[in-house]
């Protein structure tokens, strides 16, 4: 029971992640083929998965504020190591970028109907925002994660460039930025089955941007299980031994996690290659859900070798609450 808010934060803060980092580039594809291609239809569903990456990009940041406080409460010794091996200067860097993405895409979204040679600038201040977030935030998270399950010196100072070359930090920043692909993919196949049509052009527009959305969340989602399998072997042995058996309850996670994987794969399969109705979309997105929260469950539950004080803290407080 206490593991649940931090997993219930962490996955409000991957999903909410993943479509602000994936949105903009799906964005920027759409708003340059509306442009090119005068697509009625991908002007219209660009501008909304624009809309709803900056909202979640919002949302993001307070849930990963959130889960980071939580996180860090769960083992502050580990937490407080990996924070101070980074310079300060990267977190004011990183707040700074933060607010400059916003700008962007506030800007852009304003811009979003004018013409050329507008039309090309708005599309440079999306591109620039978009490369901003994914090169910024997934690579600095997924540094503190890995550093915290490493033993550190006091004082120890890495340099952000230097850790971009660490086999583990770059599988996992591979394996953050195909779920953001195929999470952005999920929600334009969502936007798409969402649309109103009124004639049979615009319904076979509709149709075709909802089997494009499910092909961009199917293949990254295929492409996981070879970098899942680098991400595994490159994990501290202690997390990949209780993923493959040590610890029980987190091995049948991770099975089960896994399981969910094929069942979205063939909930994908169905919008991608056929005609699907809107219940099997919503299908694809509740598997996709589903196996978001297992796999962030599992996240959770790999690292507890690595704070077993903070975890019999937990228990500590939870029997003296018990007895009081």
């Known amino acids: 029971m ?6 219930a934060l962490t996955t409000l803060h991957f999903i909410t992640a993943n479509v602000a980092v994936g949105g ?9 083929r509306a442009g090119r291609r005068h697509d009625a239809a991908a002007d219209v569903l660009g501008r909304q998965i624009l809309r709803v990456s900056l909202i979640t990009l919002y949302v993001a940041t307070a849930a990963g504020a959130l ?60 591109l620039f925002g978009a490369t901003n977030v994914a090169y910024h935030f997934p ?10 399950t490493r033993p550190l010196d006091a004082g ?11 086999r583990e930090v770059l599988a996992r920043i591979t394996h953050f930025l195909l779920a953001s692909l195929a999470v952005a993919g999920a929600v334009l196949m969502w ?28 293949v990254p989602t295929l492409l996981q299980w070879p970098v899942g399998i680098l991400v595994l072997l490159t994990l501290p042995d202690a997390s990949r031994d209780a993923l493959l058996g040590d610890d029980v309850p987190t091995a049948a996670m991770f099975g089960l996690s896994l399981a969910t994987v094929v069942a979205l794969m063939h909930a994908l399969a169905v ?13 694809a997105l509740v598997w996709l859900g589903i196996t978001i929260v297992l796999m962030t469950a599992v996240r959770q539950y790999s690292r507890k070798p690595f704070y077993p004080a903070a975890t019999e803290q937990a228990r500590s407080v939870v029997v003296a609450r018990s007895l009081s």
Do not use: H
């Open 2 to 7: 206490l593991d649940l808010p931090a997993i």
């Open 24 to 32: 903009p580039f799906l964005a920027l594809w759409l708003y340059r």
């Open 67 to 126: 889960a980071a406080y939580v996180w860090w409460n769960s083992a502050p010794t580990a937490v407080a190591r990996a924070f101070r091996a980074l310079p300060r200067s990267r977190y004011e860097f990183g707040a700074a970028e933060l607010i400059i993405s916003a700008v962007c895409y506030e800007v852009w979204l304003r811009m979003w109907r004018t013409q050329s040679p507008r039309r090309t600038l708005a599309w440079w201040i999306g």
């Open 139 to 148: 690579t600095l998270f997924t540094m503190l994660s890995v550093l915290s």
């Open 156 to 166: 120890t100072e890495l340099r952000f460039v230097a850790l971009l070359g660490d």
């Open 191 to 218: 936007l798409a089955a969402a649309m109103k049509t009124n004639n049979p052009e615009s319904e076979a527009a509709r149709q075709g941007w909802q089997t494009a959305g499910a092909r961009l969340a199917l």
């Open 271 to 283: 919008p991608a290659f056929g005609r699907a109705t809107r219940r099997e979309v919503s299908l």
